[in-house]
């Protein structure tokens, strides 16, 4: 069953992850709580006083290591106080504007969340869910879809890594988050290519988990999307992902598609002729 965590934060905190992406950090003291967080991992938004309740649900993206100030106190202080970060997704959420006056007062919480970050238990968890069932729609037929052509084109780049003989897989596990597919030469070695797909998600987290697989091995990466997204990609490689600009590959959805359809017409070839 999945691993929910309660986030506990000023509204002023919370109005600053969600104005950049989605981001959360974690101070030191917290290590062992962001060591164990997971991709996927579910998350129960709590706001303190003057808000004083649940605000929302989502779940773990990824999660990194960061140096730069990003709250107002550290900000103010050119110092780095929650080093531990990671991104998530929103299931779903209350605006700003209505967190005081529908914000959940939910009992199981109530006596957990003097202690901030944490993992919660079975009971909290399931009375968080319930409270916010009534809240959460049902997924839309675009996004049902948009999974399906996710799931289409990370097994045609895992086909494609094959045929050029690569061990190649997807959904590939590190530090708690999952890349879309990555191509190895030999079992034991680290991940010679890295890609992400995008198809109707978030660039930025696309983006931060082919950062952190290019700081952990220096890995080729590659960002395979709509020829629409590349403006995007762009903007966010001369800024916030610089380091990466001369290092990351963007393939549109079109060309990948070209390459897809030669490499498996000329991999049928030469089974045709034996010398494959």
Request: glycine content about 6%; charged content about 30%.
């Amino acid at each position: 069953m999945t691993q929910y965590w309660l986030v506990v934060g000023t509204p002023e905190h919370w109005a600053v992850a969600f104005g950049n992406n989605n981001v959360w950090g974690l101070q030191t003291s917290k290590r062992g709580w962001w060591e164990r967080i997971a991709e996927g991992d579910g998350l129960i938004f709590y706001v303190t006083r003057p808000v004083g309740g649940a605000i929302g649900l989502g779940r773990v993206v990824t999660k990194f290591k960061q140096d730069r100030p990003l709250w107002p106190r550290e900000v103010q202080a050119k110092k780095v106080f929650w080093p531990f970060r990671f991104e998530f997704d929103v299931d779903f959420c209350f605006r700003p504007d209505e967190w005081r006056s529908r914000k959940l007062e939910i009992d199981a919480l109530r006596a957990v969340v003097q202690a901030g970050f944490q993992p919660i238990k079975d009971r909290a968890r399931n009375a968080a869910l319930q409270a916010f069932a009534p809240f959460i729609e049902a997924p839309t037929h675009d996004a049902l879809s948009a999974r399906g052509v996710h799931a289409a084109l990370q097994a045609k780049l895992v086909e494609t890594g094959r045929i050029q003989k690569f061990l190649a897989e997807a959904e590939y596990v590190v530090d708690g988050t999952k890349l879309d597919v990555v191509w190895r030469r030999v079992e034991k070695s680290v991940p010679t290519y890295v890609f992400e797909v995008q198809v109707g998600g978030d660039i930025y987290h696309a983006l931060a988990k082919l950062k952190h697989a290019y700081d952990l091995w220096n890995s080729r990466i590659f960002l395979v999307a709509a020829a629409a997204e590349k403006a995007r990609v762009d903007s966010l490689l001369s800024g916030t992902f610089h380091e990466i600009r001369q290092r990351l590959k963007f393939i549109d959805l079109e060309r990948f598609e070209e390459l897809y359809s030669r490499k498996k017409a000329y991999r049928q070839m030469e089974d045709d002729l034996g010398i494959a």
